[in-house]
């Protein structure tokens, strides 16, 4: 069996790898795509002490760091099952093999929701995005737009109106559902205008980069089109929790729970990254709490094992 098996291959599941592999201890990686949503950015500029890398230069990176240690890295293989034992836990994989292991660090990640509308796909990474603290500043002094009236949609409005020039805030529903907090400082705002009862229709684009953006007003069925450079959907982040749901305790948004230690509700299950409840979704932070549970892995197995 492992010492500590880590599931995911992202930042926080390769920084969990290299802080128990240094420990000496049996560490395995198994992973469904090493590098993790990291493959799918362009460029990362907020990742401390490096200025300026893309996104698939950076999960190469996390590569080949784990692997200067003696790592079981098993790529393309997905976890299906958590199964707590006394001594051991095991994790089955979908092509039915059994891992086991005296500690755990869970890492699946999250996946930003998609508006699944005509130009999402196509302009990805050319005028839509996901994450404002990422992208925002590749639209500085443009406009753009904000699909989603939540907190974050929002927060996302609220920090891009100090970069671009404009920001036009797309709601569904009647209202926005954001705190009462956060709408008062939206509507303070000059250049953000907020439309509800509006349905995203398509985003469109001249081929190569974002154009703008169509919806239907859902009172008077017109259809609308605004002019923008940018488009931020923001209607959620969904984590990679459906096949840990009855064994882990989950927050109300399927994230799991942990404490501070990175400790989830099960002994010797630990968790790291966009899966849990950790506040903000970033590398550098998926990368510490990585790091965390790993170690707390380590002092769980040092104050319970003998053998
Ligand atoms: P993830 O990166 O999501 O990795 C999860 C890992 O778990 C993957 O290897 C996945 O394959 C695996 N996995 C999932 N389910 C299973 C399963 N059942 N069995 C086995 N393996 C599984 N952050 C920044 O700091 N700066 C940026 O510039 C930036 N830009 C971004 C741009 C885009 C387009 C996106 C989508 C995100 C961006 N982020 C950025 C956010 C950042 O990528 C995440 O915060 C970070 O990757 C989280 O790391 P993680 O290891 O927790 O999860």
């Avoid at 931020?232 to 109300?252: A, D, H, M, Y």
């Avoid at 849990?276 to 998926?286: E, L, S």
């Amino acid at each position: 069996p492992f010492d500590v098996l880590i599931v995911g291959g992202g930042p926080a599941g390769a920084a969990a790898a290299i802080y128990a592999a240094r420990k000496g201890i049996r560490t395995g990686v198994v992973a469904e795509r090493f590098g993790g949503q990291v493959l799918d950015t362009l460029a990362i500029e907020n990742f401390v002490s490096v200025k300026e890398t893309e996104g698939p230069e950076f999960a190469n990176a996390l590569e080949e760091h784990v692997k200067t240690y003696e790592v079981d890295v098993m790529d393309v293989q997905r976890a299906e099952a958590l199964i707590p034992g006394e001594k051991l836990i095991a994790v089955r994989l979908a092509n039915g093999a059994v891992l086991k292991s005296k500690t755990i660090v869970l890492a699946t990640g999250a996946r930003w929701r998609e508006i699944n509308v005509p130009g999402e796909r196509e302009y990805r990474n050319h005028g839509v995005a996901y994450c404002p603290h990422c992208d925002g500043p590749l639209f500085k002094g443009k406009r753009v737009s904000v699909i989603g009236g939540g907190n974050s949609g929002v927060e996302a409005a609220i920090d891009l109106a100090g970069i671009v020039s404009h920001v036009t805030l797309l709601e569904f529903g009647a209202e926005l559902r954001a705190d009462a907090v956060l709408q008062r400082k939206l509507h303070s705002l000059p250049n953000v205008t907020v439309i509800t009862q509006a349905q995203t229709t398509e985003i469109t684009g001249d081929g190569k980069k974002v154009n703008g953006i169509s919806y239907t007003d859902r009172t008077s069925g017109e259809s609308k089109h605004v002019e923008l450079e940018g488009v931020f959907v923001q209607i959620g982040l969904v984590p990679n929790t459906e096949w840990l749901k009855g064994t882990v305790q989950l927050s109300r948004h399927g994230e799991i729970e942990i404490d501070a230690r990175g400790q989830t509700s099960v002994p010797g299950v630990f968790a790291a990254g966009d899966v849990t409840t950790v506040p903000f979704k970033q590398i550098v932070i998926a990368v510490g709490e990585g790091a965390k549970a790993s170690l707390s892995a380590f002092d769980h197995l040092i104050r319970s094992s003998v053998d």
